[in-house]
């Protein structure tokens, strides 16, 4: 059997596993809130993320045509099948690592930076198309930002807005409404991050001469959007308790807040073709939304230690690929 297939065969099957473990991994931010405040059953959220994950999935593929062709070219891309199984090997540990630990990191920085870390190592620093590549760093480095800016701002109108209503019967009316918005984040998290690995696939595809353009195949579209929706079925329960009660107590107004706020962020971005992390916004959002609430009341170390984990998850998955890379060239 010819190797070139083989190797393809192998960043298919390794592709939709990121999608997979995207599904369990970054899907529990979008419904963490929902989760927390009991507006849905744990059962009910995951049903619920899994059915709209698929649905944003297979309704855009705009963000995977820029993953396919910004950070590298794949028409040029040296020893390319090579590169993005050594990227997408490299973005899976590490999605699993922080993923075990119950931290919040962002599947789109590792797959960015593996993707990045594992073109370098075949072919130099050259080898990145540093307008595209810039140009992702910046949304991926301004969209919490614009998400904690925003949750402050929706959650400051809300409190004026209902600072006469009674708090038990607006906080009941609040939960049975986050139903929809917890409904509306699962959804633009599926128009978001599944195309990133239809950008990887369609990458190889494209390396490998079998297909001419950066256009995503059906069967790629459906084969990411199914991964992630099975995924998303398994569950990410570590990280719902750590987006839904350890960065602050949420309460129903406080999830649609931030729902709202992670949810307009994400398909902004989706709309205009960026890749975005999912978890940054959303953890963004309820940062946002926590400090409008009560700035004491946000477990700030919490959210340090996702900081932290936000800005090295680049550089190792980066790392972590052109190691890979240097060793699966050994063998193909």
């Not at 059915?51 to 891309?77: E, Q, R, S």
Request: glycine share 8%; hydrophobic share 55%.
């Amino acid at each position: 059997m010819d190797g070139i297939f083989i190797l393809t065969i192998l960043i298919v099957i390794g592709a939709l596993a990121f999608d997979f473990i995207n599904g369990f991994h970054d899907t529990a931010n979008a419904i963490a809130t929902s989760v927390s405040t009991k507006a849905l059953k744990p059962r009910q959220a995951i049903f619920l993320a899994s059915v709209m994950n698929f649905l944003g999935a297979m309704t855009f593929t705009g963000v995977a045509k820029t993953i396919t062709k910004d950070i590298v070219d794949p028409f040029t891309l040296e020893n390319g099948s090579v590169v993005i199984l050594a990227a997408l090997i490299a973005a899976i540990f590490w999605n699993l690592i922080t993923w075990y630990y119950g931290i919040p990191s962002s599947s789109s920085h590792a797959i960015i930076g593996s993707v990045a870390g594992a073109a370098i190592a075949a072919a130099g620093f050259n080898s990145l198309n540093y307008a595209g590549f810039i140009k992702i760093i910046e949304a991926l480095i301004l969209s919490p930002i614009l998400a904690f800016a925003v949750g402050f701002i929706v959650y400051s109108i809300f409190k004026i807005a209902f600072k006469n209503l009674n708090l038990t019967k607006t906080n009941r009316n609040f939960r049975i409404f986050q139903i929809f918005t917890a409904s509306l984040q699962a959804y633009t998290h599926g128009t978001n991050d599944a195309q990133k690995a239809m950008g990887i696939i369609t990458m190889a595809l494209i390396a490998n001469n079998y297909v001419s353009s950066a256009e995503i195949p059906l069967w790629v579209q459906f084969s990411c959007a199914l991964a992630m929706g099975l995924g998303t079925s398994v569950g990410g329960w570590k990280i719902i308790k750590t987006v839904g009660g350890k960065i602050m107590k949420i309460r129903p107004v406080n999830g649609v807040a931030a729902d709202l706020t992670g949810a307009m962020i994400i398909f902004g971005a989706t709309y205009i073709h960026l890749p975005v992390s999912t978890t940054h916004v959303i953890s963004s959002s309820i940062l946002g939304v926590g400090a409008a609430h009560r700035l004491k009341g946000v477990k700030w170390d919490t959210a340090q230690r996702m900081l932290v984990t936000w800005i090295i998850t680049l550089p190792i998955s980066a790392l972590l690929a052109s190691i890979t890379y240097f060793i699966l060239n050994i063998f193909f």
